[in-house]
């Protein structure tokens, strides 16, 4: 009998605990259902962030470019180095930096330290789209410290304009002659040439294309060549399928503009920006030009039959354009910084 | 205090002496008291848990709600910014109430004017039991404009 009593007490205390772990069971259930609401509502809290961080990046950049276009561009990019590029996107093709977070206000909860903001573009191909990405990792005074989250988006900048309205003529001169009453040489033959494109968006693209790394070796090569030396220039540039921009500055023109040496071959177009002044060019030669040539001044006849028929020839192309010939979207306004449409991802790739 | 048994005895005598001892019934009573209590405290603790997870997840969706409707011109989001009016989400208690603020800050952006960076930050509150019950959410906005081609 004693060995029954002890059974019920056995069976009472085996039914207790069973009851007591199931008990424990579903209060791990609650704890576990609980804490994925938690973890939930922190990751929404860090996308918001990231989003925040996005936000901030977009109205600094917006800021940057409101002064010209080589100041923003220069200042902007200052930091820029290879380091900060993903594996597939490395220079001299690509341009990427990390933004120094202490110049913003980041927003509250946001832990400087692992978060980012990485801004990367293709300089030879799209420069003037810049791919934003916001990386934000919340505090550790935050009850979802840790928690982080990635968004990214595209904005225009502008560093170039659309080539709307380019002439298509192999030779674009400028025939006006300065007059006490119009003292000014217009901007008619850069116009014609580089349509919408400023001269300090076209120096600024040849500095980025420099400062980045490409030349005439590496792959791509540089296209747009800005010159402020007025030596002779004596390097052939461009080839049919990828064709250069060259371009001879106020600078290099103070003087005299510089010539092409002989049989020195340019594919794409080239510009001398001779202030409307003849006298600039009187003594100037040129080497093959293949593409377009402008000119801010008049040519006497001779040069302009020995640009036509002589050995140092002109001829004709039809991408002449293509090396600031760049994805403008039809209608868009050229001059302040844009978001892309469909480009905000809530992502890292 | 136990009855003695004989082979002789009747079968109903062998059912009493089947019972608990006073002191068999006496853990077991305690036993099952202390289980009983411990598990009503898990259960009352948890329930206060799940209802705390679940105000905190309706106060971030109302608090999200009013971010997403930041700068939005539909009556519907125009009218939360207009009422602030304590919400009452739940059907099931209608003596929860939730109560949303916000404020709009101007972040200084040099050369831009005040609009171009705005901060909205959101506070939800409710009556909870002991623990702390708010939620805070911030959205910021450039005013940088989105290019759709026409």
């Not at chain 1, 040496?261 to 794409?268: F, S």
Request: charged share 15%; glycine share 6%; aromatic share 8%.
């Amino acid at each position: 009998m004693q060995q029954r009593g002890l059974a019920t007490l056995w069976a009472s205390t085996v039914l207790l605990i069973l009851t007591s772990l199931w008990g424990w069971l579903c209060l791990q259930s609650i704890h576990a259902d609980s804490v994925r609401s938690q973890q939930q509502m922190q990751a929404a809290q860090a996308l918001v962030n990231s989003e925040a961080l996005l936000e901030t990046a977009l109205a600094f950049i917006e800021s940057a470019y409101t002064r010209p276009a080589l100041d923003a561009d220069l200042s902007l990019w200052s930091t820029a180095t290879a380091n900060h590029c993903p594996s597939d996107k490395a220079p001299p093709q690509w341009q990427c930096m990390l933004w120094p977070l202490d110049g913003l206000p980041l927003p509250e909860w946001t832990d400087a330290t692992p978060s980012f903001v990485r801004l990367l573009r293709d300089v030879r191909h799209a420069p003037h789209r810049i791919q934003i990405m916001a990386d934000a990792t919340l505090k550790p005074s935050h009850p979802g410290a840790g928690s982080r989250a990635t968004v990214q988006q595209s904005v225009y900048v502008p560093i170039s304009a659309t080539l709307e309205g380019v002439s298509s003529a192999a030779l674009v001169l400028n025939e006006q002659v300065l007059t006490v009453d119009a003292p000014h040489c217009d901007m008619r033959a850069w116009q014609s040439v580089f349509g919408q494109i400023t001269p300090l968006q076209l120096k600024a693209l040849s500095a980025l294309q420099m400062h980045n790394g490409l030349s005439t070796e590496t792959q791509p090569t540089r296209t747009v060549y800005w010159i402020d030396n007025p030596q002779l220039w004596t390097q052939h540039l461009g080839t049919s399928t990828s064709p250069v921009v060259l371009v001879f500055s106020e600078t290099a023109c103070a003087v005299e503009c510089p010539s092409l040496a002989h049989n020195t071959t340019v594919v794409g177009t080239v510009f001398y920006q001779s202030q409307c002044q003849a006298s600039k060019m009187q003594r100037w030669q040129s080497g093959i030009i293949a593409g377009q040539l402008g000119i801010e001044a008049d040519l006497a006849p001779a040069q302009k039959l020995a640009l036509v028929n002589g050995p140092n020839g002109l001829t004709g192309s039809a991408n002449a354009h293509a090396a600031i010939h760049f994805d403008w979207p039809k209608g868009i306004d050229y001059s302040r910084v844009q978001r892309v449409a469909g480009t905000w991802k809530n992502a890292g790739f | 205090m136990r009855a003695l048994s004989t082979p002789h005895d009747k079968p109903w005598r062998h059912a009493r002496a089947a019972g608990f001892t006073v002191l068999e019934a006496l853990v077991v009573s305690a036993l099952m008291a202390f289980g009983l209590t411990s598990a009503m405290r898990l259960s009352l603790e948890a329930l206060a848990a799940a209802q705390h997870s679940r105000n905190v997840d309706i106060a971030s969706g109302l608090a999200q709600d009013l971010a997403e409707c930041w700068g939005l011109h539909t009556p519907r989001c125009q009218m939360m910014f207009l009422q602030n009016v304590p919400l009452f989400p739940l059907s099931t208690d209608p003596n929860l109430g939730f109560v949303r603020s916000w404020t709009v800050h101007h972040i200084p952006v040099k050369g831009r004017p005040a609009e171009q960076l705005q901060e909205l930050q959101i506070s939800v509150t409710w009556s909870d039991s002991a623990q702390g019950a708010q939620v805070a959410w911030l959205q910021r906005r450039a005013s940088t404009p989105l290019w759709v081609e026409r």
